[in-house]
């Protein structure tokens, strides 16, 4: 008799190339849709175009422009121009920029339940509330995924959250995730797939699951999913896409890993408090703390019915005197229905500034808050200073609890506003692609136009079997990306050109870092748990190794950035003893011998502190594929090798 099986485990069954399904397995898996976004699709494309394939191999592939919309120089422009050029040249889609943030459009005009789905952004699970297997990933492993090869993962645990009940009014969708992230942290889904299922998923929208899919990327987890039911099913045919509905379910008795029972009844509205996804609090605990900024938008809560309730709360009210509002829809379809039927302008009735379809504030493109000022966002990530204020104070939560706090001017609980409010969403929405270009049958005559600050991708350098490197720094836990490599309208629009972005290494941290780096001629940074938590951007990668660094010395990393590490050739090397972290100092210069060799034969390194004449083990745990990667010197190289060879 066959087992029952969760849902991860059969759409992974479906979609497996080799490897077998047991704890702690490296898996291939075949890739049916990918996304890239600007900021990342940049690279992405340009590393598809040097694995030399004349089209992409996906049953589709979509390039989205979403992030850097500023324009505030020839870069992003040229970075679009580009990027559409490349999409038609290779048989992909075109998402122009104001059609909307990937994630948000991804969901409404292309994601699949039961398929998978490969995105060079963390928040490529949103796709999972609609019952698709989506994961976030560095942009070359999506190149490589564009060009028909395989994603490997090594075999997550699944993670079933079961939902009883009902939520209560006032309590959002948002509230499952907040209080997923008081219950795990930021670390708790590392090694995860978070399977939502059980009585009160169907009470929830397919908006509603991907807000809590879009936010597991906080949790470290692998990816969300949520079973695609008869809920799917209305919303693709309002979307006008029925026929991409199936039921994908798990089987009855299915068993999981771990579970965690979540009673929606029990919720009550929370917030996340500065500096972390996972500092959460009722928020009832912070009501009254002044606020001078609300922003509504991103791609965890920018549908039409997230800002059909934020109007309706608006209406015929204004937004406090000392308070900013700003919204960003999440496409160009929700902006488009929300003026057509007058939720639009009770917003900026009440005082709301609009801004386009994109990212916008989320990445720091603009609305930085004043010095030290509490923001209240709808956003799913408040890391320090990413707002664009050094000292932002940046709280996460509903729309609903933001659109009563930008009312109020202090954080406010929105069960303290009178009666709840009732939205009804359309039966059909305005499933309209005219933004988004489809490629031609042939590209080949298609010109692909580069701009001047479009740079070819620096390639890893081979690996040494002795190597000397600083320590340029010394990092505790749970650093994210945005502190390696911060973005902002002034560092985004640079992300083509790594010889130019590289300077802004670890600039939020440590200024002196891209010199230092440069002159030491080989360096090492050291983290501590989670390193390189957040976004999937593979320059803070890239951009560290061409400036010398050839290993991080970590406590633990996160799935992404260690991939990314290995994809450019740097060594994700693991503290063996906590004493080993606190003996070490910036400016220790270590060494590290029969390096290949410890590679290929798995083993542990020794490495010499030469300043403090110590000797430490560090733990270099590759799958056998990683091995491989890194001594061919990065993935690129490997890929060539695999994908020419017929290798799948
Ligand atoms: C983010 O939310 O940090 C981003 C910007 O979307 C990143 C991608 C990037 O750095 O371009 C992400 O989440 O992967
Ligand atoms: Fe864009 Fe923010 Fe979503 Fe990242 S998290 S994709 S920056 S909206």
Known sequence: MKMSRNLTQKIIEEHLISGRLEAGEELAIRIDQTLTQDATGTMAFLQFEALGLPRVATDLSVSYVDHNTLQTGFENADDHRYLRTVAARFGVYYSRPGNGICHQVHLERFAVPGGTLLGSDSHTPTSGGLGMMAIGAGGLDVAVAMAGGPYHITLPRVLGVRLLGKLRPWVSSKDIILELLRQLKVKGGAGRIIEYHGPGVKYLSVPERATCANMGAELGATTSIFPSDEKTREFLRAQERESAWRMCVADAGARYEEEITIPLSELEPLIACPHSPDNVCPVREVAGTKVEQVAIGSCTNSSLRDLMRVASILRGKTVHPDVSLVVTPGSRQVLEMISRNGALADMIGAGARILESACGPCIGMGQAPASGAASVRTFNRNFPGRSGTPDDRVYLASP??????????????????????????????????????????????????????????????????????????????????????????????????????????????????????????????VGGENYGQGSSREHAALAPMFLGVRFVLAKSYSRIHRANLINFGILPLAFLQRSDYDDLEQDDMLEARDVRRNILEGREFALRNLNQSKDMMAGCSLSPREREVILAGGLLNHARGTLCSGER
């Open 400 to 525: 609903e609890v933001a659109a009563a706090t930008a009312l109020a001017g202090r954080i406010t609980d929105p069960r303290d506003l009178a009666e709840p409010v009732r939205v009804r969403l359309p039966k059909r929405f305005l499933a309209d692609d005219r933004l988004v270009i489809a490629p031609p049958e042939n590209g080949d005559s298609v010109e692909v136009i580069r701009g001047p600050n479009i740079k070819p991708v620096p390639i890893a350098p081979d690996l040494p079997d002795s190597i000397r490197a600083r320590v340029l720094l010394k990092v505790g836990d749970n650093i994210t990306t945005d502190h390696i490599l911060p973005a902002g309208a002034k560092i985004l629009p640079l992300r083509s050109n790594i010889p130019a972005i590289s300077k802004f290494v670890f600039s939020r941290i440590d200024p002196t870092f891209a010199d230092r780096a440069r002159e030491a001629d080989g360096g090492a940074v």
